[in-house]
């Protein structure tokens, strides 16, 4: 049986990440295949909503690469997406979303080899952890891993599904 | 209608295909509901590429189109174009999935790179068919350009641009611009002088009519989009208008001498200056700081840091002139002032204080005191009362005078000057002194009447009926405070400021045998060592605190003791103890310090049954005076405080009763003499303004200093270094043995040389010392000492970026000793010697070794050393690349102008010479005798001599070399700017991993930025010599002129939306929006966006609570279709 292959979603800001990762990608930085990016304008644009709709069709992680505090391009969407993340940390932890699931990274346009070291180690991570318990429940979709269930209440699962 | 979506994945050659099996793609691709056509194509981006996809839109009817290939930062905008001229709305039908930088460029497995691929791609048709249909807005440019940095990349860019006929804003900070090629001396390879070529660009801009010249100004805001900038400018204050001629006579009398940055510190400038001879513009400048803290402690605010410049240069006549200025009583308050100056001194931080009041007295003492120029002013028809002829009097009545006013002032002495003449000692301030300054104050047509007490001859209304316009009330504080305690009237009990009244004005020697005097202060130190003077056999002070906490000054409790004057502390008085009604001792009890007061000092606490007597004849007490207001309230009812004394604004001192004002001790309680003269300054002022009716200038100058309560930042010159340790200044005082029997003074001042030396310590914290001595001696009267920063908004349409480079600073690399050696140089150091406007006029010469400003004799053998910092793991990676030919040049001209005996070393880690004509000029230099090391040097070592040891590995022989040199050269890297991070957010732009400005592509697009209407141009990008930055520059200038030319721009449509229908009016989007591009529309409860000024960020959409607020192209619907595409089979 093969290894358990998180799937992450990238939500990556047009400025900083998202050109980070295509320096990684001139500069031949290889990296996990399991990050697939979103392009957004700004961090600041990420709405929470996209971040629960990912974990709900079976993300088993989440990133949020924006720019560095002071740098945004925007003049400062990166600090609110960091409020809406901190925020937004806590009310995924009450439905089993573990915060290791869930980053926030600021990644400048020149560190195409930080975005690799954030998504190795994200991947690595989540290899760890295992499917998210919202993927376990989704019935035919058993994904082997991590054994020990990570608490969760379906009550408020169903709630927002 | 069903859409129709073609579906094109590119092989990139085979940066795509080697690892994503692009065909297996297409083939998914093609069971996709939707997709009509599904097709892989070796090159997407090509003509043929495109033309595939338009053929395909006309055949086949498509409606969408997803492209897979490259990053959509490449060629998002060819597909969209392709799109367009097929007819469809590029926004509604195109997207683009980018499979090779995110795909087979970062992945290694052919399997995972191809799923990878198909997973993306799937959320990019998923995606497709919620595209709406956007039109981008379009915009007029303002064809005027902004180019931030005058070096050789600004001016460069900004004569194009003016040329093509076109206006171009130059701002540049220095107040010169040049930059640092006209720092340099030579440019290889052709050796040309940079100042023949440079300066003709540099008169240029300061000519062309089309260039706006900004020198000395710092762009401080950007605001708007490309086509249509808001760029805020502030002109910092040069002090000189623009009729200055550049003649330089304001600098040969400016008294201050900075390093000058131009020249790298090698020479001294004033602090009026030009930074060289052949300065665009030639206009002056003066470097002014945060007022220097002397100047700010005094209470008066005397011009400290000038008078004291002018004792530097001997010019006391000017230094006595300043004083003036604030201090009405230069040789007073050269004697007697507690200096809080002194404490503020910053030389304090390398050795002592500036002994300024000392210099103060010498001026005084050493120019004419008639000679002080009057403003030439018309006499004004107003007369002024001063009642009371003390300090605070005679500064009101003297700057009053100065003004115009006409002053009456009333004495109830005999003699004027109140306390100065009652209470301070003749030991401490001479009456000769006293007098000299008084009559000076009275020669200026100021009226006294000696004998005129306030109650007893006149009352204010009788002022009133005389005619006079405003009263002033200095009447001080000459009531003595009594003890409260048992037997105080007892006869040989006499208050301190009686009995130095009587001493003082009438040598009465009344003194008993045996004197106690009780307090701390310096009226008991003044009343301890006349009593001395005066007869007394032995003179005790009884203080009921330790030594520590006495008021008294320092010298002034030295001097006591040094004529035996006996201290007796921690006691307080208790009794008097009597003998027929006469004093034969007094009674005191023992204190303890107990907790610190509201004051911070610590109260004293008597010790029970510790009471003891101290015999005596006579008993001073000197614990204080209050203000003997009973004769003026019986006529007039002022305000008093609960302190007794008179109730006055603190801004404009005026009383209770309007027209009449008061200040110095009558108001503040006994205290310093400056700061009596402190408040006749704001008397001064407050009474012209009362008598001109423009008191409400008060209100509008509280308000504005509410406004700007943050405290500005302190930018004092620096503390020098090497500063060297110079001991205070001290004068000669009489021996004690010999000044106890006389009034004679004791201080008798610093000698002259000891006052120039103290005065050359002063460290100059405020840069430009204000002594004016510039202002007089231009003819073209072009200096203003009041200029302020001016800031000015221009309309500009596009930014060109040419801030250059910082050279590295080799002070941290310490085996290379720069800093510490003398004759270790930089390269802008050496490049500075080099040239003729430098230090030594363009000879190379060796540093004289206890002098870093000397120059001495051309030197026999040279070590350049290359890559500093550069190539280094340490420092900077990246090579600098214009270090080894500027190497080589150095190798010529040391040839060239120290004879061709002169040993020249390179140590070099690889020769680049890789631009047109470099090589060859490789080879001559080779030729002319240079010794090529290859290696890099691992230490620098001096000799006592000077000479220095370089130790470095040869690798091509493979041995250690060691050889001595008398001077080397470090070829330092070129850096970022340091202010490099604040330039990137003040414009949008990016910085890369080496810290330069980020181009938009290296290749392809190097002069833009992710700003659109922003270029780069010059150093800043990343290290370059001449040719390449002038090339550049020439670059950006045509891409303004492109964006100018056209006059129209396109703004992205990807802006955000507020719909109506669901808006709740909630308003949270309007604090969020960073740009308010969002208002609030009242009558429908709704807010709405301005287009005009939304940029798209999303911050309103990422939190609207009812989901009206979208950013267009990145809708719910649109995003969510990916993530599902990304995560749903």
Redesign the interface.
Known sequence: MSEFEP?I?GFFC???T??A??L???S????P?NI???????S???????VI??FL???DGVLIGGCWP??C?????NL??RR?VAMLTEILKEYGIDEKRFWLRWI????GTML?EVVNEMTAKLKELGPSPLNRETPGKKTPGNETPEKVNPEKVKMIG | MSERIGFYICHCGINIAYRVRVAEVAAYASTFPGVVVARDYLFMCSDPGQELIEKDIRNLDLTRVVVASCSPRMHEKTFRAACQRAGLNPYHAFHMVCVREHGSWVTENEDEATEKARVIVRAGLKRVSFQNALIPSQFSVNSNSLIVGGGIAGMQAAIDIASAGFKAYLVEKAPTVGGHMLQYDKAFPTLDCTACIGTPKMVAVGQDKNVELRSYAEVEHVSGFVGNFKVTINNKARYIKSNCTGCGDCAKVCPVDFPNEWDVNTKMRKAIYLSFPQAVPVRYVIDKRTTAPCRTACPAGTNVQGYVQMVKTGNYQQALNIIMERLPLPGVLGRVCPHPCEIDCRRAEVDSAVSIRDLKRFAADHARLEDVPMPMVEEIDKKIAVIGSGPVGLTVAYYLRRKGFKISMFESMEKPGGMLRTGIPDYRLPPSILDQEINHILSKGVELKTGMALGRDFTLASLKDQGFDAIFLGIGAHVPVKMNIENEDAEGVVDAVWFLRKENLERARSAKKRVVIIGGGNAAMDTARVAVRSGAESVSVVYRRTEKEMPADHEEIEGAKEEGIEFITLTGPKKVVTENGRVIGIECIKNELGPADAGGRRRPVPIAGSEYVIACDMIIPAIGQSVETAPVIKDTPFELTAWGTFKVDPDTMQTSVPGVFAAGDAVTGPATVVEAIAGGHKVVTAIERYLNQEMDLFDAERKQKEENSVPEEKNYVPIPEKAAIVARAKATFVEPLSRKSTFEEVDLGLSEAAAQSDAAKCLNCGGCCECKLCVDTCKAKAIDHDIKDQREIVDVGSIIIATGFDPLDPTPMTQYGYGRYANVFTNLEFERLSNATGPTLGKLLKRDLNDRMKFTEPPKSVAILHCIGSRDINYHEYCSRTCCMYALKYAHLLKDKCGHNTQVYNFYIDMRCFGKGYEEFYKKVQSEGVRMIRGKVGSIKEAKNGMLTVLAEDTLSGRMVEIEVDMAILCTAMEPRTNAQDVMRKFGIGIGADGFFQEEHPKLAPVSTPSSGVFLAGACQGPKDIPDTVAQAKGAAAECLALSAKGIVEVPPMISWIDPDVCVGCQVCIGLCPYSAIEFDDFNSISIVNSAVCKGCGSCAGHCPSGAAKVRHFTDQQVFAEIDGLLLN
């Open positions: 799937k979603v047009n400025w900083c998202f050109t990762a295509d990684a990608g001139t031949r930085l290889s990296y295949h697939k990016i979103i392009r957004m304008m700004c600041g644009m990420v709405d929470p909503k996209y709709k990912a069709n079976g993300a002071g740098d391009h925007y003049i400062n969407g609110k997406a809406r400048a346009a020149s560190e690799r």
